[in-house]
């Protein structure tokens, strides 16, 4: 199996991404594992943080690297938290002051739309002049009160009115087919395929 680095020491992504890239003979590994320091994410978009990680972790390594920066975007304020995320409320980070501040961020506001979104970069080597980037959204509304025990950050809140449930509502392999990462990494194994094949 070829190895490859994941920057990121998520346990639940690390599953996640190594089940789906096992079929095409990657051993994910977490930066951890190479003792990768965290890389700085300074940038206002989820591309430029996704890429900056991806490039971090092969300088690191000397291995092929996956990131992915993945956000929550509110269309009533103007995209936020966005990269910010996962520390919207400040530091320490927090789901439950997240959920907490976006609740009261929005108090007032009629529009509740939001949508999630996931980027994926892949880099062969540090250097890499063609990363393969891929994306996906998730679209659904914010509730001013958390339903739901499953899932992490903004699940208990972002509900999808054609499942009437909540992201923390759905289980495991529902919601990893139907999210905002399950869809950029579906997109992404079909680049790495065709570029397998090239």
């Not at 940038?43 to 971090?56: D, P």
């Not at 080597?125 to 063609?130: E, F, I, L, S």
């Amino acid at each position: 199996m070829k190895k490859l680095v994941l920057a990121s020491n998520n346990a639940g992504k690390l599953r996640e991404f190594g089940q789906m890239l096992a079929p095409l003979d990657f051993d994910v590994q977490p930066q951890s594992a190479f003792n990768v320091p965290e890389a700085e994410e300074p940038y206002i978009t989820f591309v430029e943080n996704a890429l900056a990680k991806a490039r971090h972790c092969a300088r690191h390594t000397g291995l092929p690297a996956l990131a992915d920066d993945s956000g929550l975007c509110v269309h009533a304020l103007g995209g936020a938290p966005g990269v910010r995320s996962a520390r919207y409320a400040g530091e320490p980070k927090s789901d439950a002051r997240n959920n907490a501040y976006l609740i009261e961020q929005l108090q007032g506001k009629t529009d509740r739309r939001a949508h999630f979104v996931c980027v994926l970069v892949f880099v062969r080597h540090a250097d890499d002049p063609q990363p393969l980037i891929a994306e996906g959204e998730w679209h659904g509304e914010i509730l001013d009160v958390p339903r739901g025990a499953a899932g992490f950050g903004y699940d208990p809140l972002f509900f999808v009115p054609a499942l009437n449930a909540t992201a923390a509502e759905l289980g495991h392999e529902q919601k990893n087919t139907l999210s905002h990462r399950g869809v950029a990494l579906q997109q992404l194994i079909a680049k790495l395929h065709a570029a397998a094949r090239a």
